[in-house]
């Protein structure tokens, strides 16, 4: 039988840990801290999805198709150069990009467009621990490297970070800081690069995601064969009933079948037919309360959540 005719490749799965949990193939999680910014969806050019902040002086990019997936930057002015930029290759997991998307998403809640007060602009900071502060608490060590550098690795080897001066003096406007995880190789090692002048608040929120031990959900087959003996795999089990439930009553079918019309109902409030829905919705609420003083009334329906915008997918 041929792997992709196996079912269970599609099986999903707690991955663990996280940073080796590879890219699920969509930006979802990456963008759910900004879904209320203006999004942009470009037809032409490498950037298929571009969502900014509504003064446009932070610019998160999807390149769908590119080794570089997210491009995130910050300027001081909507045309402005960038002051950092911050890349996320295509193997990085979405929830570690929301690490860095989040502390955006605060620090320009928190800002003054016309003040330009906003702490994504902040200097870096001149010390290192500042950057890598979760990650050090986590129980990641610092290893021996060249001068000009700091490493830090995690307990299984299997993730990293890497700051990095071009300067010989030491000089912070020219260093870079790097995160990667997996294997060597183009399909199997996760990789983000933060640009000088980066916050270090905001490097430190992308870390301590890193650092999360946290299991996230994938498909069996997201998973680099390379990769599968270095992470820890767990079966999403379907929901069951527990043992010993009992047979459902005729009151429980009634409720059951209410519930669902009022549901039904929600998506178009204020009809004739919604108000018999409530009206039989009261009927078996008081049913069940002569009955039983302890049966709880029928939970109350929630109107369907409407389904995101266009998913960005690769």
């Not at 089990?237 to 009634?254: E, F, K």
């Amino acid at each position: 039988m041929s792997p992709f005719s196996d079912p269970s490749r599609y099986e999903e799965v707690l991955v663990s840990p996280l940073y080796l949990a590879g890219s699920n193939g969509a930006g979802d999680a990456g963008f759910a801290p900004v879904a209320h910014w203006p999004h942009h969806y470009l037809d032409d050019g490498p950037c298929q999805l571009l969502v900014t902040s509504p003064d446009q002086r932070i610019r998160i990019g999807w390149f769908g198709d590119d080794f570089e997936l997210w491009r995130i930057t910050a300027a001081e002015e909507a045309v402005a150069p960038p002051r950092w930029t911050a890349t996320f290759n295509h193997v990085t997991p979405a929830e570690i990009v929301a690490g860095l998307t989040t502390a955006l998403a605060q620090d320009y809640a928190a800002s003054d467009p016309y003040e330009n007060d906003g702490r994504f602009l902040a200097d870096p900071s001149v010390y290192w621990t500042d950057s890598f502060q979760p990650l050090l608490d986590a129980g990641w060590r610092r290893e021996p490297a060249m001068h000009g550098t700091v490493n830090v690795r995690s307990p299984d080897g299997q993730a990293g970070a890497l700051l990095r001066s071009r300067h010989p003096r030491w000089n912070n406007e020219n260093e870079t800081v790097t995160f990667w995880a997996g294997p060597r190789g183009w399909g199997t090692r996760a990789e983000a690069v933060f640009s000088s002048r980066t916050p270090a608040h905001l490097i430190a929120a992308t870390a301590a995601v890193m650092a999360e031990s946290v299991p996230v959900i994938r498909e069996r087959h997201m998973i680099h064969r390379e990769v599968e003996h270095l992470v820890t795999l767990t079966p999403v089990a379907p929901a069951t009933a527990p043992r010993g439930s009992r047979a459902p009553t005729p009151l429980d079918v009634r409720r059951t079948a209410v519930t669902e019309a009022v549901r039904r109902a929600a998506r178009a409030p204020n009809t004739p037919a919604d108000l018999r829905v409530m009206a039989a919705r009261s009927r078996t609420t008081s049913s069940a309360q002569k009955r039983s003083p302890t049966l709880a009334p029928a939970a109350t329906a929630r109107a369907p959540v409407a389904s995101s915008a266009r998913r960005p997918s690769r």
